[in-house]
C-alpha cells in the first residue's frame, strides 16, 4: 500500500539555525498537506500543496512540493523555541490522509 | 481545533475489557477519523467513516470497531481482542479529503 516517509525523525538545532524535513511517498499525491503537533498537543494544519512545483511560504516556513508530486518539504529560516514540535507529512487519495512518522524538532535556546 | 470534542481524554482500560472512546463534532463535515499515536511512530489511521452508516477499515482496525450512526459521533471502541491498546487515539473530521481538523485526543492506558 502507499508508504509516506519522512526525515529526519530527530533533529536538534540552535536556536536562530535553520531546520529542514523531507517527506517522501511511493506513489504519486494529489496534494500534501503538513501539520504541526506541539508536546502534549494534537496536530494542527498548517498548510496545503497541491500543484507541481508549488512553493508556499508562511513568514519563516517555507514549502515545497516537488515536480513528480511525490516529495515534499519544509523548510524553517532561523528557528525559534517556539518552533518545538513534531511536523507531519501527510497525503493520500481523496479523504484517507496517510500521515509520515514525523519529524521532532528541537530547539536549543 | 475547535468543534471536535473526544472524551474522555484519559482512560484506564483493564485486562479483557472494552472500552468506548467519544468523538462529537459539529463542524458539519462528512468525513471523520480515528487515528492512533505510539511514540516515533506517528499517526496510523484505524478507521475512517466518509458518510454516515458508512465506514471503512485503516490500516490497524484489527481489535477496534466503530459506528457512523449520526453525522456528527464517531465513536470507537477498543475491544479485547486488541492485545497493545495503550496510545493516544485522535478523532478528526474533515469535509471530503480537505484538511483535517483534529479533536485534542484520549490517553488510554492498559492497567
Known amino acids: 500500500g502507499q508508504q509516506v516517509m519522512q526525515i529526519p525523525q530527530y533533529q536538534h538545532v540552535q536556536e536562530g539555525e535553520d531546520f529542514t524535513t523531507y517527506c517522501n511517498s511511493s506513489?504519486?499525491?494529489?496534494?500534501i498537506q503538513w501539520y504541526k503537533q506541539r508536546p502534549g498537543g494534537h496536530p494542527v494544519f498548517l498548510i496545503q500543496l497541491v500543484k507541481s512545483g508549488e512553493v508556499k511560504k508562511q513568514k519563516r516556513l517555507t514549502f515545497q512540493f516537488g515536480e513528480a508530486k511525490k516529495n515534499s518539504s519544509l523548510h524553517i529560516t532561523a528557528t525559534q523555541t517556539t518552533d518545538v514540535g513534531t511536523y507531519f507529512c501527510?497525503?493520500?487519495?481523496?479523504?484517507?490522509?496517510?500521515f509520515g512518522q514525523g519529524t521532532e524538532l528541537s530547539v536549543k535556546p | 481545533d475547535g468543534g471536535i470534542t473526544q472524551s474522555p481524554k484519559y482512560l484506564f482500560r483493564k485486562e479483557g475489557q472494552n472500552v468506548t472512546l467519544s468523538c462529537e463534532q459539529n463542524l458539519n463535515h462528512d468525513a471523520m477519523y480515528w487515528y492512533r499515536q505510539d511514540p516515533g511512530q506517528g499517526l496510523r489511521l484505524i478507521y475512517y467513516s466518509q458518510i454516515v452508516n458508512d465506514f471503512q477499515k485503516g490500516d490497524i482496525a484489527e481489535g477496534y470497531s466503530v459506528s457512523r450512526e449520526k453525522k456528527e459521533s464517531f465513536p470507537l471502541t477498543v475491544t479485547s481482542a486488541q492485545k497493545n491498546p495503550t496510545a493516544f487515539y485522535l478523532c478528526a473530521s474533515s469535509m471530503g479529503g480537505n484538511t483535517i481538523y483534529f479533536g485534542e485526543g484520549s490517553w488510554l492506558t492498559v492497567v
Open positions: 501527510a497525503g493520500g487519495p481523496g479523504g484517507k490522509l496517510i
Open positions: 506513489t504519486t499525491l494529489s496534494n
